[in-house]
């Protein structure tokens, strides 16, 4: 052995005598170094030299390779310490430590240290709900008992308490501390310990260990002082409390690392598999058919089969998102349980199929050793009649992993016919996607080996279930970026031309006066806006909402609305009918029928003012043409929306205009309110799609054939707000003649139009009342549309509700002007049409001289009402005896 280098030996004489002497120099550091210096020995070798990204690698290696940090220092060097200073000091002694086996061994060794214990366990807790236990993590351990034999120790005992027996599992149920002097006259206390180990116990001090969130996740126990005493005093107790106190939480800290480790090590054993998996990103068929393949492969199985749920990408739920406010709790699906085929019945599966049946969209299956897919889409008869997918739907419905071992058996028999006939064992796993819900079931069918299906294989298959949810979570997330794509243009097209109102508008509009409710007409069902400029629609817009008190009831600011009407108005494109004109008269006709039609006693505040913003908003952003041309076009709206394809869209306008600055005339409603009044908004202006129209119709005057009188149920209330819309979109066709056949005209127009743009890009021939070159038939049109839709939806609510009977009364007289025109058309007469209505000329019967007849005859081409165009034509020549009837 060297002897020590002198004092002016160099470092590096001085580094290879330490280097040389390593055993000796632990030692030293061990019995006789102070501990400032093992502090800066500590400090030294901890330092980092470098600035490092992340601990976690080096976390997850340490656990790997089972390396542990240094031993405490010693227990005389403890033992001197001040109280607070030793209880610091053992704090952070464990406040670092993730092994769970070092943590619990360096608890037990340093509470005895506190409390001058002889010996401690540690149990901790195991099981959910009332099937918990404890298990005993260290047993036995003293201050000089090394890692290795307290370990060693525990898995020979293998110890299970359930909670509420014996002193630690009625401390681990009642979630109290028991002090014992003398251990044998306590009946909670079993001796078998003793008997066996020849160690005698005479004081126990126990105390639950509880997590952040107030649960028992073990329990401690410390068993005789060393010194005199004969029982643990109250200031043993105090120690014993805070001490855990921190240790609840390293305990916590160390589980969850652990389970993080065992995923990572699983992790890594799947990785192949799931680079294969995830090559599909967007073909589900062959996605699924590779998870089934390599599960049938790993598993050896001999068939395999994936039955999946309703897989809507988001739209069906799209708009309730939208409704949604900020802070919403996500319902997630419960973690999944084991479940035997023992503790459950075929009799349970087919009860649980009445109370709750799953239907299962598609249904992949592999046969033939993986060679061949099956890919079905089975109606629900075909559910019912499968028992295999009865045993799927159990297994979805309750959230369960079902491992049948003996099929026939657990059948009883006469369940086991068909599809599940040649069954064996049967595994079913339920899969979960990327946000914990609930889309299918996966299921393995006979183990290769006709054993049952292992917990080992339940692991792997659940891995498998994992990796399948998350998969199918991709393929959606694929077709949703395609429509965010979808959507993107549409908000870049809609930003490029809409823009919120601007503050010098609306602090014009805050200054002016607005005129009566009378001055306008509003409460008349023969309002026209003809006349109105736009400053005035604005302010007969307000001039509504402060009639119908919403202003003050809902403590709408005065300047929020003003410029809430300006953007919704801006927001309005000026194609030639369905414009913010058209809005305002839809608002209006709500309006009139809640004040005039006596239609506000059976609605609720709240109700009118959400009726009165749909009214205003239900044509938001419309570009002149229906859903079925933005269908025809595979326009990026189409793509979005399957269905109510422009209506989804002037939702949505409706939304984001109401969440820009200073535009939220909600802002005031509590949350159930708000809630409440977006879904209102949200279905009435869909109920303006006639097709909604025509699905509810039918039911709606059900309730009317059955007298129904009581409108304030939510479903009901809900259909006669969807009826109302309709009937006020529609209400031009009651306006005064004059009136109606002027925006007859426009509507045609804005038809004819599209009937254009589909000769032109879709080279198709539109439909009659979109085609230009048959616009003589727009009478008969105007009676079909009436005959179809008007008149049934009138008549029924002016029977039922008397007070809108103006709306049926103006219907019906316009049926008769637009049949007497279809007639005049049908006999042969030239519908010459003016902005103005002229007394037909019955017949011109030309005189026996032969001078030509010359009238000028106007196409239906027009701009809007406020713009009159010079007649544009071409001249027509008449001999003999032609007729003309002048419009």
Not at 410 to 424: I, P, V, Y
């Amino acid at each position: 052995m060297m002897t020590p280098p002198a004092a002016d030996d160099d470092l590096v004489s001085a580094g290879q005598w330490l280097e040389s002497n390593g055993a000796l120099v632990e030692q030293w550091l061990k019995q006789h170094a102070s501990f400032d210096l093992r502090r800066r020995v500590q400090d030294a070798v901890a330092a980092p030299t470098s600035r490092r990204a992340s601990t976690t690698p080096d976390l997850f290696q340490r656990w790997l390779v089972g390396s542990h940090p240094p031993v405490l220092r010693p227990r005389q060097d403890l033992e001197s310490m001040e109280e607070s200073e030793l209880f610091m000091e053992l704090i952070r002694d464990v406040a670092n430590e993730l092994d769970i086996d070092v943590l619990c061994h360096k608890i037990l060794r340093n509470v005895s240290l506190l409390t001058r214990a002889d010996r401690g366990s540690l149990f901790l807790t195991r099981g959910d709900g009332d099937d918990k236990y404890l298990v005993a993590k260290l047993f036995d351990v003293r201050h000089d008992t090394s890692l290795e034999e307290a370990v060693k120790l525990a898995r020979t005992e293998d110890l299970r308490i359930p909670f509420g027996v014996g002193i630690a599992g009625t401390v681990a149920k009642n979630k109290i501390l028991i002090n014992i002097s003398d251990a044998y006259n306590d009946p909670r206390f079993s001796s078998d310990v003793d008997l066996k180990t020849g160690y005698k116990t005479n004081s126990i001090l126990c105390m639950p260990i509880c997590n952040y969130e107030g649960e028992v996740i073990g329990v401690a126990q410390i068993i005789n002082k060393t010194n005199d005493s004969q029982e643990f005093t109250p200031h043993d107790v105090e120690v014993f409390r805070r001490y855990l106190t921190f240790c609840g939480i390293g305990i916590q800290n160390a589980q969850l690392f652990e389970v993080s480790v065992l995923e990572y090590k699983r992790n890594q054993i799947l990785l192949n598999l799931a680079r294969s998996i995830f090559e599909e990103q967007n073909n589900l068929e062959c996605l699924v058919t590779k998870i089934m393949r390599e599960a049938q492969d790993l598993l050896k199985c001999e068939r395999c089969a994936v039955y999946l749920m309703d897989l809507d990408c988001g739209e069906a739920n799209h708009l309730e998102r939208i409704v949604e406010r900020p802070g919403r709790i996500i319902r997630r699906h419960a973690p999944l349980n084991r479940v035997e085929s023992g503790s459950v019945t075929a009799e349970d599966m087919r009860e649980s199929g009445l109370r709750a049946p799953c239907s299962f969209t598609t249904i992949f299956e592999l046969r033939d050793d993986g060679t061949k897919t099956l890919v079905s889409r089975p109606s629900s008869f075909d559910l019912q009649c499968s028992t295999l997918a009865q045993i799927a739907s159990y297994a979805a419905s309750t959230g369960q992993i079902l491992n049948i071992g003996d099929v026939r058996t657990w059948l009883n028999e006469q369940h086991s016919e068909g599809d599940a006939e040649s069954a064996r064992t049967i595994l079913c796993m339920p899969i979960i996607n990327g946000q914990r819900t609930l889309i299918g079931v996966a299921q393995l069918i006979n183990k290769d080996n006709g054993a049952p299906f292992t917990d080992c294989d339940v692991s792997l298959f659940e891995a498998f279930a994992i990796f399948c949810g998350l998969g199918i979570h991709n393929t959606q997330m694929y077709e949703n970026a395609c429509k965010l794509m979808a959507k993107q243009k549409v908000a870049l097209e809609c930003l490029s031309y809409h823009a919120t109102a601007s503050n010098d508008a609306t602090d014009k509009l805050i200054k002016e006066e607005v005129p009566s409710a009378e001055n306008y007409n509003l409460y008349s069902f023969t309002f026209i806006d003809f006349e109105l400029s736009d400053e005035d629609t604005c302010k007969a817009t307000i001039r509504m909402f402060l009639e119908c008190n919403l202003v003050q009831q809902f403590h709408i600011p005065y300047e929020v609305l003003c410029r809430w009407i300006l953007s919704v108005k801006k927001n309005y494109r000026p194609v030639k009918y369905h414009n913010w004109r058209h809005a305002l008269n839809v608002a209006q006709t709500m309006f009139a029928m809640f004040k005039t039609g006596k239609m506000e006693r059976f609605m609720s505040d709240l109700e009118m003012l959400g009726l009165l913003v749909a009214c205003l908003c239900h044509d938001l952003d419309h570009r002149g043409t229906n859903n079925a041309f933005q269908t025809k076009t595979e326009s990026p709206l189409a793509i979005l929306y399957s269905t109510s394809t422009m209506e989804h869209h002037h939702f949505d306008q409706c939304v984001m205009i109401l969440n820009t600055d200073s535009n939220n005339i909600f802002q005031a409603l509590s949350t159930d309110d708000y809630r409440r009044v977006m879904k209102l908004v949200e279905t009435a202006i869909l109920s303006t799609d006639l097709a909604m129209y025509f699905k509810k119709r039918n039911k709606f005057l059900e309730l009317i054939d059955n007298g129904e009188f009581d409108w304030q149920s939510d479903d009901k209330k809900e259909l006669l707000s969807g009826m109302m819309m309709t009937a006020c979109d529609v209400s031009a066709i009651a306006k005064p003649w004059d009136v109606q056949h002027r925006v007859a005209k426009l509507v045609a127009d804005e038809f004819f139009d599209q009937g254009d743009m589909e000769k032109m890009q879709l080279k198709e021939q539109p439909i009659a009342m979109m085609d230009r070159e048959r616009k003589d038939e727009l009478p008969q049109m105007q009676v079909g549309f009436i005959d179809v839709i008007c008149l049934p939806l009138y008549r029924v609510l002016s029977e039922t509700f008397p007070w809108v009977k103006p709306l049926y009364q103006g219907t019906l007289e316009n049926r008769k002007n637009w049949q007497d025109l279809a007639e005049k058309v049908e006999m042969g007469l030239t519908w010459i049409d003016h902005d103005t209505i002229d007394k037909p000329v019955e017949a011109f019967a030309d005189t026996e001289e032969t001078k030509d007849i010359e009238l000028t005859v106007q196409t239906l081409h027009t701009t809007p009402a406020c713009q009159q165009l010079p007649p544009l034509g071409h001249k027509l020549k008449r001999n003999k005896h032609k007729l003309c009837c002048i419009l």
